[in-house]
């Protein structure tokens, strides 16, 4: 007979309890280091348009743009484990992509981060969903 797609597929030893160690609490790390990461290799897109063209891209508004998202970045790099943190996370990725008016290599830089943040959001998913079915190790440890 067909198993119910209802019927949640748990692990050989059962749902297990709590994680002896939360994993999300990992998360916040590997968070707020990508955040960082991302915070100086904005920042070095300051010399970028300071040296290109001969300096043309160097205006006011651009190198505020930049600084600001630089500065926003390393903000956010404090604050992972706050609710709501992720989607400010990923919100910070849309006026890198939408840089191209500054110069290509912004937009660049967003969307190359912006892979980085998907296979984040895909281990964060992958991790959440091994935690409901007891997969993970230390959920199972002392029984």
């Given at each position: 007979?067909a198993?119910?797609k209802?019927?949640l597929e748990?692990?050989p030893?059962?749902?297990?309890?709590q994680p002896?160690?939360d994993?999300?609490?990992?998360?916040?790390?590997?968070?707020?280091?990508?955040?960082i990461?991302?915070?100086?290799?904005?920042?070095?897109i300051?010399?970028?348009i300071?040296k290109?063209?001969?300096?043309?891209?160097?205006?006011?508004?651009?190198w505020?743009?930049i600084?600001?998202?630089?500065?926003?970045?390393?903000?956010m790099?404090?604050?992972?484990r706050k609710?709501?943190?992720?989607?400010?996370?990923?919100?910070?990725?849309?006026?890198?992509?939408?840089?191209?008016?500054?110069?290509?290599s912004?937009?660049?830089?967003?969307?190359?981060?912006?892979?980085?943040?998907y296979?984040?959001?895909?281990?964060?998913?992958?991790?959440i969903?091994?935690?409901r079915?007891?997969?993970?190790?230390?959920?199972?440890?002392?029984?």
């Open positions: 007979m198993r119910k209802t019927q748990m692990g030893l059962g749902p297990g309890k002896v160690k994993p999300m609490a990992g998360l916040g790390g590997v968070l707020s280091g990508t955040l990461m991302e915070a100086i290799t904005v920042l070095l300051l010399t970028v300071l290109v063209d001969d300096g043309v891209h160097w205006t006011t508004f651009n505020v743009y600084t600001v998202i630089g500065v926003a970045h390393v903000v790099a404090a604050f992972q609710p709501g943190a992720l989607w400010i996370d990923l919100a910070l990725q849309i006026p890198l992509i939408l840089g191209f008016f500054i110069h290509w912004v937009t660049a830089v967003g969307i190359i981060f912006g892979i980085v943040w296979f984040i959001i895909r281990l964060r998913s992958e991790m969903q091994r935690m079915h007891g997969y993970l190790v230390t959920q199972h440890l002392g029984t």
